[in-house]
């Protein structure tokens, strides 16, 4: 449960900004969804949802996804489901129910850097780029190493290219939380993958990624599974152990490559 004092519905993004550091306890909410979950005062809550920032555009080179953007948009919307193998609809669709889709938005998991978040993982597997109000456009994996500071994120680009992909999860149920999630990308002969859920923070396990892409070995598919568990940190949480989590990781990794090597 969270208290808020004040409510401000901005008319422009300058306005949001001003109101959010100008004091400390000012917060922007998306669909609070995860807020709820907590507990925390908040002086101003910052609804965006007056600025038009819920859209996917097709760019030309870029797909636009705007911070207000629901989950349930991601899962539904055409262009995405017709680019990347529809990973990045796939990776949402089975996040708790429609209902909660239907609220939490985009910008709320990206920029708070969820480490059970199924989107983040596809979106590093992917070509994407954050923008930020104060900060500017950034890679996402750029962005997620930076440490907090207040900003807003406007918008997320991926670069609209011929990368196949393939997203992976292990959950209790299918509705739950994952314990363990992957992502595999690969354009042309440049491999990409990309583990969240750790429970720390999604990361891309450059290595191994490298290594794929210099010397790709269909007979051999093991040895990438095992290097990308070797290479990343795993934590142990009420969902599993970080021993289990690096077991999993091998058989998700190389059940991602295998899909994507399908990939027509």
Partial sequence: MFTVKEFLQPKTIEEAYNTLVSNRNNTVIGGSAFLRMGSKKIGTAIDLSKLELNVIKDQGDYIEIGTYTTFRELETNPLLMNHFNGTLSKSVRNIIGVQFRNIVTVGASVFSKYGFSDLITILLALDTEVELYKAGRMSLYDFLQRSYEKDILTSLFIKKNQRQASYQDLRNSVSDYPILNVAVSRL?????????????????????????????????????ANMTAEELTFGTNERGTAKYRQAMCKVLVKRGIMEVLQCK
């Fill in 188 to 224: 042309d002969h440049q491999w990409r993958i990309a583990v969240g859920a750790r429970p720390q923070k999604a990361t891309i396990a450059r290595r191994a990624s490298e290594e794929l892409s210099n010397a790709l070995n269909l007979d051999d598919l093991e040895h990438y």
